[in-house]
């Protein structure tokens, strides 16, 4: 039905960047709301950025705003996450998530991707 596939992640220095992407495949009426979530080792899953196709909103983690970026190409289907000015902490696999309630809950997303992991070294 719906498969998300993330790409992009990979080591990095502190203070660096990268971007990941999620590409969607299936169908596009699951996609309403959008996010990306990470989760550190030890730790839950949290919430990151999320956005919903014609709400004009998007929700970004308090820990992540001003450094963070998250995007949608629509005729691609595919969601991305810029990440500028990373830290040692934001280390985690970051999934991509697709639901269609606006919230960054994530009990609120139905489909997700395997995974990407982002270590950042000091």
């Known amino acids: 039905q719906v498969q998300l596939v993330e790409s992009g992640g990979g080591s990095v220095q502190a203070g660096g960047s990268l971007r990941l992407s999620c590409a969607g495949f299936?169908?596009?009426?699951?996609?309403?709301?959008m996010a990306w979530f990470r989760q550190a080792p030890g730790k839950e899953r949290e919430g990151v950025a999320g956005?919903?196709?014609?709400?004009?909103?998007?929700y970004y983690a308090d820990s992540v705003k001003g450094r963070f970026i998250i995007s949608q190409d629509n005729a691609k289907n595919t969601l991305y996450l810029q990440m500028n000015s990373l830290k040692p902490e934001d280390t985690a696999m970051y999934y991509c998530?697709?639901?269609?309630?606006?919230?960054?809950?994530?009990?609120?997303?139905?489909?997700w991707g395997q995974g990407t992991q982002v270590p950042v070294s000091s």
């Open positions: 998530a697709a639901g269609s309630i606006p919230t960054m809950s994530v009990s609120g997303y139905k489909y």
């Open positions: 299936g169908n596009a009426s699951y996609y309403y709301c």
């Open positions: 956005n919903c196709a014609g709400s004009g909103r998007t």
